[in-house]
């Protein structure tokens, strides 16, 4: 399976109404193309819609029908509540070649969790308006309404309405996406606006000149396996984020309190604000030991699966950002020109992580890489810092990652200590009530705590010290979470950790 065939899948959806169901595709946030015929039987206009990445029914109503009980069988369903950051399909209104292969994926009755068919393009047929008859695919019951997918304009070229012949490899017929863009010529605009902030569809059809999927495989590779590196608290529980505004001052004045605007899932707090359709550069803030560098690993990996170019960079070095992109597409054995660099920058081809602001060396290279986010506004951009140390650059989208509460500290240990978690969350008496609001902090006291003696560290200093010390008790655990070159003396092991805090 291609990056722009799991692309599709995600952008198709099951339509459920009394007595049968079909399937369906966005084409624009929170609206659904499918057959007429799919939603025909809808009570007061109402269905249900299932979508996987959401995993439960989500409340729909029919919009708009262009409907004559023959080759003409459109709707459009619009979602009741929003559903924020869901990709949709790239249409394309030009004529379909014969013998051109397609790709289809929907809610098949043989396949109710859903299945692709591979048909093959036949031609127009005399009918008014024409469909695509298709050949060499079991088409059948319950993919009506799914979108075909032209293998070599990477775009969608119609939609499948009717088989031929249910259980036989006879094919069928299709909507091409001329007559839908007839029928609903709103869908026009509605696609440039979504997909002129949205570069998911067409970075995967944009030819770069290079070839970007061994730099992505190498990404997964690389950050899936320090997925959970010294801080795996988000493997059991998700961190959150919330997003903050400063207030107005004057010099007569103190500065005054910020106020809290949204609060959610730290991941789905980025992806609204920098890969959104109004995207902004976000500034993601925290204490030590919040979780931020780990969640931008997370994210590097979840971007590469879904076909984006994710390029997570250390901000601490004394190299301009340019040449810390450059150095990091070596590191994954992909070479790449300064040239090269701009271009990607220019198309929007890549999604930039930037860890550390707090840690830039000097100011001439905060200077240099405030300059370079104001010459590069549209391009995705995700930057962490400890606390607002080191400034914020001007960006005013700011995300805090929030610390535990009571609430999912007891989760989290109730879960990494399923046996002695409430002899751990007996010990965390309010002077360590702070420390251990931090996930790394907390998963070190986790390791740490010997429910024979039901002691645990008194402060900070000793945590590391006894880690240090229960070290090799560990180590095979541990050995899963650190690379090669932490494996040395204990100064080297208490840097590695605290870098990452």
Request: hydrophobic share 40%.
């Amino acid at each position: 399976m291609t990056p722009l065939e799991e692309l599709l899948q995600q952008c198709t959806v099951k339509i459920t109404v009394p007595g049968g169901w079909g399937t369906g595709f966005f084409v624009a946030p929170g609206l659904i193309l499918t057959c007429a015929h799919v939603v025909r039987k809808a009570v007061d206009s109402q269905v249900t819609i299932f979508y996987p990445a959401w995993q439960q029914p989500l409340s729909a109503i029919v919009k708009a029908k262009a409907d004559d009980g023959k080759t003409l069988d459109l709707a459009l369903v619009e979602l009741s509540e929003p559903l924020s950051e869901h990709p949709c399909v790239l249409l394309d209104a030009e004529p379909v070649a014969t013998g051109q292969a397609l790709y289809g994926y929907g809610y098949l009755e043989s396949y109710t969790n859903a299945a692709p068919v591979r048909p093959v393009n036949e031609g127009l047929t005399g009918d008014t308006p024409p469909l695509l008859k298709l050949q060499g695919a079991q088409i059948e019951k319950g993919i009506s309404g799914a979108a075909l997918l032209n293998l070599k304009s990477g775009k969608v070229c119609g939609m499948v309405k009717e088989t031929r012949a249910a259980g036989f490899d006879l094919g069928g017929g299709a909507i091409p996406t001329r007559v839908i863009l007839e029928q609903f010529p709103e869908l026009r605009s509605l696609q440039q606006a979504f997909h002129g902030g949205d570069k998911r569809w067409a970075n995967l059809i944009t030819q770069p000149g290079i070839d970007f999927k061994p730099y992505r495989e190498a990404v997964i590779c690389h950050y899936f396996q320090q997925r959970y590196l010294y801080t795996p608290t988000d493997a059991l529980l998700p961190l959150e984020a919330r997003s903050v505004e400063r207030q107005a001052q004057d010099d007569r004045q103190k500065q005054q309190p910020e106020k809290t605007v949204e609060q959610f899932p730290v991941l789905e707090g980025l992806r609204k604000y920098a890969l959104g359709n109004q995207r902004e550069h976000v500034l993601l803030a925290g204490r030590p030991g919040s979780g931020k560098s780990t969640t931008l690993r997370q994210l590097a990996v979840s971007l590469a699966e879904e076909g984006q170019v994710p390029v997570l960079v250390q901000l601490k070095g004394d190299r301009p950002v340019h040449e810390l992109i450059r150095a990091e597409f070596r590191r994954r054995k992909q070479q790449a020109t300064p040239e090269q660099i701009d271009e990607w920058l220019l198309a929007e081809r890549l999604v930039l992580l930037l860890d550390g602001v707090n840690e830039i060396p000097n100011n001439d290279l905060r200077i240099l890489l405030a300059q370079f986010r104001e010459d590069n506004p549209t391009v995705p951009m995700i930057f962490t810092t400890r606390d607002l140390l080191g400034g914020d650059l001007g960006i005013s989208r700011r995300l805090e990652m929030k610390p535990l509460s009571e609430r999912q500290m007891r989760e989290f240990v109730g879960k990494y200590l399923p046996e002695h978690g409430e002899q751990l969350l007996g010990q965390l008496r309010d002077r360590l009530r702070e420390l251990a609001e931090m996930p790394l902090l907390l998963k070190l006291l986790c390791d740490v705590f010997d429910p024979e003696t039901n002691q645990i560290p008194q402060n900070r200093g000793e945590l590391f010290r006894q880690f240090d010390r229960d070290y090799k008790r560990i180590k095979k655990e541990i050995d899963m979470f650190l690379s090669p070159r932490i494996s040395g003396n204990s100064n080297q092991r208490f840097f590695s950790i605290w870098h990452f805090l």
